[in-house]
C-alpha cells in the first residue's frame, strides 16, 4: 500500500495502519546534509524483519547516503535510527559495535581489500570480532564463499583475478561472515550482464529463505525489484514518498513513478516478470 510518509510519523504505524511492531529498522525524522546542501528532510522508512526491501529513486536522492546513515558511516543532523528498538546513535560505543555485528554490508563495486585474498577478506571480519583461531576461520569463510555462489578455488584469488560479477559474491561472502540478520546491498546488479544479475537476484531470495536474512537492498535495476523484492520505498524531494508492494508502489501519481515505472523498461520488466 503506497502511503504518505507523514502517516509515519504519527505512531509509527506501517503501511497498513498498525503499528509496525515487525520493524527491526526504523527511522525517524532523518535529515542529511553535506554543508548546506540538504539531500534528506524529515525521512522516515521501516525495515521489517524477514523482508526484501528495495530502494529506488532517481541520481541525487541519496539512497547510497540513507544506507550510509543507517549504518553509521554518515552521522545525520537530525532524526533518529532504531536498530533492533535500540536508538543506534543514542548507543555507548559497545553498544553500537555489537548491533554492527547483527548485519553486513556489500558496497558497490564490492569493496575488497585488494592485497588479500578472497579468503582473507572474508577471514578479517572474523578475526576482528570473535578473535577465532585460523583453522577455524578458514573453515567458515570456506563455507562463506560456497554460500555465495563461488567455487572452492575462488578463496586463494586476489580481487584483480576475478570477474565483476564474482567480486560481487566475493563481497557478499565477507558481508555474510558473521551470521548477520540484516545485509544491505548497494546496487548488487549494478554491471551484470542479464543472466548474472539475474543469477544473482535469486541468490538473494535463496539466502532470505534459508538463512532467515532481512535485506535492504539500493537498486536501480527494474528485473531485480519485480524478482527478490516484497516492498520498494521510493526516495524524491529528500523524502519516501511511497513504500509498499511494487504492484501499488508503481500507480503513485509522481512524476519520477509514472517515469521509472511505466517507461519502456519499467514496462518491459513487468511483462517479464509476469511471463
Known amino acids: 500500500m503506497v502511503i504518505d510518509d507523514r502517516i509515519l510519523r504519527k505512531g509509527d504505524v506501517g503501511t497498513t495502519g498498525r503499528p509496525d511492531s515487525?520493524?527491526?529498522?526504523?527511522?525517524?525524522?532523518?535529515?542529511?546534509?553535506?554543508?548546506?546542501?540538504?539531500?534528506h528532510e524529515d525521512l522516515d522508512l521501516d525495515l521489517r524483519s524477514g523482508e526484501i526491501l528495495g530502494v529506488v529513486g532517481g541520481s541525487g536522492t541519496g539512497k547510497s547516503v540513507l544506507m550510509r546513515a543507517i549504518i553509521g558511516l554518515k552521522r545525520p543532523s537530525a532524526g533518529s535510527v532504531s536498530v533492533f528498538g535500540q536508538d543506534f546513535y543514542a548507543a555507548s560505543e559497545n553498544q553500537r559495535i555489537e548491533i554492527e555485528r547483527r548485519w553486513g554490508?556489500?558496497?558497490?563495486?564490492?569493496?575488497?581489500?585488494?592485497?588479500?585474498?578472497?579468503?582473507?577478506?572474508?577471514?578479517?571480519?572474523?578475526?576482528?570480532?570473535?578473535?577465532?583461531?585460523?583453522?577455524?576461520?578458514?573453515?567458515?569463510?570456506?563455507?562463506?564463499?560456497?554460500?555465495?555462489?563461488?567455487?572452492?578455488?575462488?578463496?586463494?584469488?586476489?580481487?584483480?583475478?576475478?570477474?565483476?560479477?564474482?567480486?560481487?559474491?566475493?563481497?557478499?561472502?565477507?558481508?555474510?561472515?558473521?551470521?548477520?540478520?540484516?545485509?544491505?546491498?548497494?546496487?548488487?546488479?549494478?554491471?551484470?550482464?542479464?543472466?548474472?544479475?539475474?543469477?544473482?537476484?535469486?541468490?538473494?531470495?535463496?539466502?532470505?529463505t534459508s538463512l532467515g536474512l532481512t535485506v535492504f537492498m539500493i537498486t536501480h535495476d527494474l528485473d531485480s525489484l519485480y524478482a527478490a523484492c516484497d516492498r520498494v520505498a521510493v526516495l524524491a524531494e529528500k523524502h519516501v514518498i511511497a513504500v509498499g508492494p511494487?504492484?501499488?508502489?508503481?500507480?503513485?501519481?509522481?512524476?519520477?513513478?509514472?517515469?521509472?515505472?511505466?517507461?519502456?523498461?519499467?514496462?518491459?520488466?513487468?511483462?517479464?516478470?509476469l511471463g
Open 105 to 208: 554490508v556489500l558496497f558497490q563495486g564490492g569493496a575488497l581489500f585488494s592485497s588479500l585474498t578472497v579468503a582473507q577478506n572474508v577471514m578479517a571480519p572474523i578475526r576482528e570480532h570473535l578473535g577465532m583461531p585460523d583453522a577455524l576461520a578458514r573453515d567458515i569463510a570456506a563455507m562463506k564463499i560456497s554460500m555465495s555462489g563461488l567455487p572452492p578455488e575462488a578463496g586463494d584469488k586476489y580481487p584483480s583475478e576475478l570477474s565483476g560479477g564474482m567480486r560481487k559474491r566475493a563481497g557478499l561472502a565477507r558481508a555474510l561472515a558473521l551470521d548477520p540478520e540484516i545485509v544491505f546491498l548497494d546496487e548488487p546488479t549494478a554491471g551484470l550482464d542479464p543472466i548474472g544479475a539475474a543469477q544473482f537476484d535469486q541468490l538473494i531470495v535463496d539466502l532470505k
Open 22 to 39: 515487525d520493524a527491526i529498522i526504523r527511522v525517524r525524522g532523518l535529515k542529511t546534509q553535506f554543508g548546506h546542501a540538504v539531500i
Open 246 to 273: 511494487l504492484s501499488e508502489v508503481a500507480e503513485t501519481d509522481h512524476a519520477w513513478t509514472r517515469s521509472y515505472f511505466s517507461g519502456p523498461r519499467g514496462r518491459a520488466a513487468r511483462a517479464s516478470a
